[in-house]
């Protein structure tokens, strides 16, 4: 049995990292793991108590850390506050410590105390983690504090742990910031549902909810299920959903999606799918996943820093002797190894890394861009070669007359009645584009027969009759009408083109992506749409298997870092076999969904620049936190190796580049490409 839980209070990735690893080691739990950046345990065990023994597991290693039932709320405010309390104790001891002429064994109990006040935490999680043979950064200032006290530079120790713990305190802060932002971000949680029954309104859990059902959807509510209006006219926000701030009109007859908000109106909805099935739903499921797919350079960062200080610790000692060697100072020179153990603490990396591919992760939810993981985050950012697939891709799938050419002496109107009587018993797509094309009331007809992909036959008026396809030769999509065998008119039929479609070839060739058009569809079809769009390369007449292989062909250039965008059950292949999948998450197959790694919830192909250039700005994002890190390490490293800076420099450095790059992880969130900003402020 999987169960997840909440777990706050952890000062970064490397303790939960540690913490993952020892609740592993539980009998009874398999497959644990602490999402770090959310703030949540997953773990699976049959053992009833083992929610129990992972709770007392956390309190010997990380004091800090609860875990708690996710319904729950932590009280952080409190938390915080013990935390405040506690350094001030510290920081007042010190002080009297340091500035006061006392004895001398006053002098040692107030600076003992106000070392133990400002870094208790600190020290009891380094030798725990000690004695289970775990290293991290809590030994390397545990070191440093007792290290400056033995050679008697006590305002040094103080400040040591001082300042690392007024870190901790702004790190968490700025942590759970920056975890509030992104699910604020991505909150499409429905709480309830106004289930309509024979005894009147009912608030139900939408899970409970059947299909076919209906419900009542108030003003400032959330819809809750996927459906249809069989009731009432409001104004929807779709933002949460599609990234879209405009609002959405809807009144009978419209579909509705899950997650969208009520403005204005009381909606009467239908449901057409189970709470497991909806939109919202599958939104959420595909958020809570993504964390666990990393990037190259998160795992690469993860592995690094699991191993990182044992090498610092080494160094330092290296550093102490060549200091020692040459100064013969043996106090010099521990002052200056210790400095190199404060200066090196791995927060920087272990923090801003996975904060920043999170933050974009976040960010392309809130625009309607669901991304199933940092690696394939990190993959939009190298496409240069985009194919997409045309129908209900580029086009709506939607197919509308366009032309009607007549052989007998008969009206367009009448050819288009004369059709419908015959298409009203049909379910095929241009059925019934030919029948909402119609104004007149349809009569019935008599010996209705439809041949499956052919047509269908029926008697009218002691007339014989005949709509759909016998010609081979037709160009385009024709629908044909025989009256007694005989040609009396066809029906030229055109799929629409999306209104986005020509912005996103355009925005994509701005990137240099090139862009290739693959359709089942007839070369005058697929060429005439590649034409109007901007599409110049046009590949016509292809079977799933077609697709598939021109893309295996693509993939042997080594250069070709390839994108699918597809819809239907047939691009389920093509989606999996490129280097990153796109699928469309209103009318995409599950299977198309399924089978690829980025969705894009409203169907706006426009939507696959967007996705790359959020990939591209939280790529560079992640590199800047990376550099700015190791410059600033390394210069204080050199800077203390020299003799130039102290230790409480060196804790500022440490301190101060993490919350920097905590900072700057956070603009990932809140990036928007300068054209999305241009047409924000036109539209005020």
Known sequence: MKKTVKIEGLDCPNCARTLEAEINKIEGVKNAEINFVKGKLSFESEDINALQKIVELSKKIEPNAK??????????????????????????????????????????????????????????????????????????????????????????????????????????????????????????????????????????????????????????????????????????????????????????????????????GVLKIQTTKKYEESTVSKIMNLIENASEKKSKTETLISKITRYYTLGVILLALIVWGIVWAVTSDFNVAIYRGLIFLVVSCPCAFAISVPLSYFSGLGNASKKGILIKGSNFLDACAKLNLVAFDKTGTLTTGNFKVVDVKTFEDISKDEAIYLASLGEQYSLHPLAKSIVLENTKPLEKVKNVKEEAGVGVSYTYKKHNYFVGRRAKNTKGTTVELYKDDKLIAEIYLADTIKSTSSEACAELEKLSVKTVLLSGDNFEVANSVGKEIGIKEVKAELLPQDKYAYLENAKKDKKNFIGYVGDGLNDAPSLMLADVGISMGINGSPASIEASDVVLVDDNPKKVATAIKISKFTRKIVWENIILSALVKLTFLLLGALGITGMTWAVFADVGVTLLAIINSMRALRYTPKEEKIKKVKSK
């Open 67 to 264: 875990i708690i039932d996710s319904k729950k709320k932590i009280n952080n405010k409190k938390i915080l506050t013990l935390d405040l309390v506690t350094l001030g104790v510290g920081i007042a001891l010190g002080l009297l410590a340091l500035l006061l002429p006392l004895p001398v064994w006053a002098f040692w109990l107030m600076y003992v105390l106000s070392a133990l006040s400002l870094g208790y935490k600190t020290y009891y999680k380094a030798i725990r983690l000690l004695f289970k043979g775990v290293i991290n950064e809590n030994l390397l200032i545990t070191l440093s504090v007792v290290g400056a006290t033995a050679i008697g530079e006590y305002m040094e120790g103080l400040m040591v742990v001082c300042l690392y713990t007024i870190g901790k305190i702004l790190e968490g802060l700025a942590v759970n910031r920056s975890r509030k932002s992104i699910e604020a971000l991505t909150n499409f949680q429905v709480e309830y549902a106004n289930l309509i029954t024979s005894d009147g309104e009912k608030q139900v859990s939408p899970s409970e909810v059947e299909v076919g059902s209906l419900i009542l959807v108030k003003s400032g509510e959330k819809v809750p299920l996927d459906g249809v209006v069989v009731e009432g006219k409001s104004a929807l926000n779709m933002q949460s959903l599609t990234g879209e701030s405009v609002p959405v009109h809807v009144e009978k007859g419209c579909e509705v999606l899950s997650g969208a908000i009520s403005l204005d």
